[in-house]
């Protein structure tokens, strides 16, 4: 028996790699094209096993030649993608990237990048964007199953073969229920948490986490045993259940958002539709036709190739400042094709055929990763002459670029399983020695830089404050923060226990401090976004987002209003495009006016910070106007200079960002006059 080469996979493979490309590239249309991947790991699981099942029935299975293939297919590619990655980091990179970059070559290939990345940001996350080779997370998921599964095959064999089905589906639902619920586990007796969540995800099974992801190629391999059982004959349903498939397909490409927590029950969605386009996908059906399209499957052909070498490339244009908007996406996507098509049609075809000599393929190969490795090792410990590093730069700015200290850290960190957590976790500043509370400032991560500032105010004029928020959690009453952790960080029942608390301990200051363009999505496609909504809405877009953020900011502000308290709600500052930590690495020169202008340049231009921020200002601004107890403190025009055209990001002395969008606490000092001045005008009046 011959494993039957199916066209209409290829053409599949080129729809989601395109998701993948288009979703990378920042187009909204494609907001879900990251379900590409799953698409992907349910495909690899059915051609594996097929090719597995049918050179065991023809008892011709070779593990070693197996992981011949293997190599021959992804180890080229691999090495060329990182060999001239590697090139451009070195001249384009500050000192720490290029360190952070050279980990991520040595990791992806040994195949635990998924690991190295998991412990270093979250896939979503804007900073991620700066990574090259953050893409090969899933690669390393692929041969983390191919090194185990022949093996596993193999076992079941020997001992009954009806076992290995048994064993794959036993997979599938332990690793699915797995995504969804291992938050819900517990180390102690019983195991379980006592407060169950529908959907509760751990460490270890998170988005670049194999655990959670096993299920996905399970899936795929369950669809290579039914087929090759023929527990699916050709009928007249298969024409609606490919067409169902491919749906539910498109479907996860343009609805599913980062903000649905992945891999969960959710991923069913795209697995599921790629499953049946895999099991109902015959001669005569319609999807079958179409993806059997011979530029889809050519495309399909350079899948591979293309899903390579497009994110570096999209790396490196962000990392030179450079969006991809509609004018440049077209030569781009040009470009990566005829790229990939030079690689698979001179490296990536060539390897797999038997015309390299496995001896050779070796040598060549072995040459390669001794080479990589050894250059990254030498990047990883060695300062590369021309560079600046983090100990080079002046000691105030070192120092300006420091973490925040835990003591300051912990004030966010609200644990709301905790009944009694406004008893217990409260973080009290000023004179803590009295028993009445009179100011309250509260927000999202926004507030830590302003510890020290409140903290040291209310100490000189004896009086007690409570700082407490939660990260990515606004101070907006009656709104759900969006995203895959919302029913254990609920912000909703957050701001209603501090409103609950304000109300009744009779508090006389409240002040409001969030990243509120956050909420907007205003900051797109360069920033982040995190939207809310008055109901749990996982496809709440931003204009949904928008518009909950005006209503309910127009009713709470109109509830304070009527309360008797001064609010002050903080502007944000001015996001930033870049780290402070790269700003300075790529900037500093000891030529001061270089120096400058080179912050100045990689400083957010003002025209952008207008279009970044101007409707949630607007909003808070016209509200607050309206209430004489009320007040909205601007901040930005002390960062921003209208001659330059620029917000500052630092100067010669200091950084005022921790990161793009968080001031550091120089930065708050910088603004500290303008916001103890307003306290003190308008609690004296």
Known sequence: ????????????????????????????????????????????????????????????????????????????????????????????????????????????????????????????????????????????????????????VLFFISIKKKFLNKFIITVFFMSLLFSQWSGNLSKNYPFIDNELNFFSQSAYSSFFMPFGRIWEISLGAICAIILKKNLVKDSKISNFLSLTGFILICFSVFFISENYPFPSFYTLIPTIGTALVILFSFKKTFITKILSFKYFVYLGLLSYSLYLFHYPIFTFLKYLNIEVNSILLIPLLTSIILISFLNWNFIEKPMRKKNVKIKKFLILIGTSYLLLIFISFYFINFKIKGKNYIEDLPVKIQNSLD????????????????????????????????????????????????????????????KKGLFIGYPGCPPIPNIYTIRSDESRKNCRKLNDKILQLVENKNISNLIHIARWSYYTGEELPNGEFNPINNIINFNTDTEESKKVFEKSVEKSLEKFGKMNLNLYILEQPPFQNFSPSDVYLRSYNKDKKIFLDKINYYSIKYS????????????????????????????????????????????SKQSFYRDKNHLNEYGAEVVKKRIINKIETLSND
């Open 403 to 462: 973490v925040l200290p835990k003591e300051v850290t912990r004030c966010t960190g609200v644990e709301l399983k905790k009944e009694n957590f406004l008893k217990n976790d409260l973080c009290f500043i000023g004179n803590k020695n009295n028993k009445k509370i009179d100011f309250v400032i509260y927000g999202d991560s926004h507030i830590l830089a302003y510890y020290n500032i409140f903290n040291n105010y209310l100490a000189k004029v004896n």
């Open 608 to 651: 952008k910070y207008i279009f970044n921020q101007l409707f949630s200002n607007s909003v808070l601004q016209i509200n607050s106007e309206k209430y004489k107890n009320i007040y909205f403190i601007k901040i930005s025009d002390i960062f921003c200079n209208n001659k330059k055209q620029i917000c500052k990001i630092g100067n």
């Open 1 to 152: 028996m011959i494993f039957k080469y199916r066209p209409e996979i290829d053409g599949l493979r080129a729809i989601a790699v395109f998701s993948v490309i288009l979703f990378h590239a920042g187009i909204n249309l494609f907001k879900g094209g990251f379900v590409g991947v799953d698409v992907f790991f349910v495909i690899s699981g059915y051609l594996i096993t097929s090719i597995i099942l049918t050179n065991l029935d023809n008892k011709d299975f070779s593990t070693m030649y197996f992981y011949e293939r293997r190599a021959r297919r992804i180890l080229p590619t691999l090495i060329i993608t990182i060999f001239f990655s590697l090139i451009i980091s070195f001249f384009l990179f500050s000192s720490k990237d290029l360190i952070f970059f050279s980990k991520s070559v040595i990791s992806s290939l040994t195949f635990w990048s998924n690991l190295q990345f998991h412990n270093e940001a979250d896939y979503f996350a804007k900073t991620s964007e700066f990574k090259p080779l953050l893409h090969t997370w899933s690669l390393s998921i692929e041969e983390q199953f191919y090194i185990i599964f022949p093996l596993i």
